[in-house]
T-cell receptor, first 117, second 115 residues
Framework: EAGVAQSPRYKIIEKRQSVAFWCNPI?????LYWYQQILGQGPKLLIQ????????DSQLPKDRFSAERLKGVDSTLKIQPAKLEDSAVYLC???????????????FGPGTRLTVT | AQSVTQLGSHVSVSEGALVLLRCNYS??????LFWYVQYPNQGLQLLLK??????LVKGINGFEAEFKKSETSFHLTKPSAHMSDAAEYFC?????????????FGRGTQLTVWP
């Protein structure tokens, strides 16, 4: 079974530029999560999708971050414009949970390491 | 409010020694509890989880953890450390109920294993 795929693995941009990350979850997984992991900290949930609908984006800085999950499969996370404090690893995870409230095991991708200079 | 506290950002043990990584949580509803491991430049991998039932749970690679409700703890242990256990370990809580299955992570504990 293929795991969660993410690209790119590394990205370096200057502040005020824009960047996009892509995630392909495990086939059949209804729930998809984007986490931000700042160096020295645990992952923090940014947004959670159930199929192609958003169920939790309370921690997403909506003035600069956006995410979509068209057709309930792949997802993209965008930052525009980037700030220095956005430097982090962005992790995508997916789970089989048929309903957003159910806590099934989350499977994580390798992450995208973003450096903003 | 939900929070996870991992005591000790760095733990060092000798190969063959006991591994003990501490995790305490706060949750307003009965939680589900998880331990994840992260190797360099990789995503998180589930070691073990507690949802309901037996409070001592066994995971992969010889790790186990015990849910102690009275102490709000979920410490991770392994009787004998191996060099390959060197990694970062994260404790996470999912409060369940109507909280959408989201995970709240601790800050992580870096485990170093000396030969």
């Amino acid at each position: 079974e293929a795991g969660v795929a993410q690209s790119p693995r590394y990205k370096i941009i200057e502040k005020r530029q824009s960047v996009a990350f892509w995630c392909n979850p495990i086939s059949g997984h209804a729930t998809l999560y984007w986490y931000q992991q700042i160096l020295g900290q645990g992952p923090k949930l940014l947004i959670q999708f159930q199929n192609n609908g958003v169920v939790d984006d309370s921690q997403l800085p909506k003035d600069r971050f956006s995410a979509e999950r068209l057709k309930g499969v792949d997802s993209t996370l965008k930052i525009q414009p980037a700030k220095l404090e956005d430097s982090a690893v962005y992790l995508c995870a997916s789970s089989l949970a048929p309903e957003a409230r159910l806590s099934y095991e989350q499977y994580f991708g390798p992450g995208t390491r973003l450096t903003v200079t | 409010a939900q929070s996870v506290t991992q005591l000790g950002s760095h733990v060092s043990v000798s190969e063959g020694a006991l591994v003990l990584l501490r995790c305490n949580y706060s949750s307003s509803v009965p939680p589900y509890l998880f331990w994840y491991v992260q190797y360099p430049n990789q995503g998180l991998q589930l070691l073990l989880k507690y949802t309901t039932g037996a409070t001592l749970v066994k995971g992969i690679n010889g790790f186990e953890a015990e849910f102690k409700k009275s102490e709000t703890s979920f410490h991770l242990t392994k009787p004998s450390a191996h060099m390959s256990d060197a990694a970062e370990y994260f404790c996470a809580v999912s409060p369940g109920g109507s909280t959408l299955g989201r995970l709240y992570f601790g800050r992580g504990t870096q485990l170093t294993v000396w030969p």
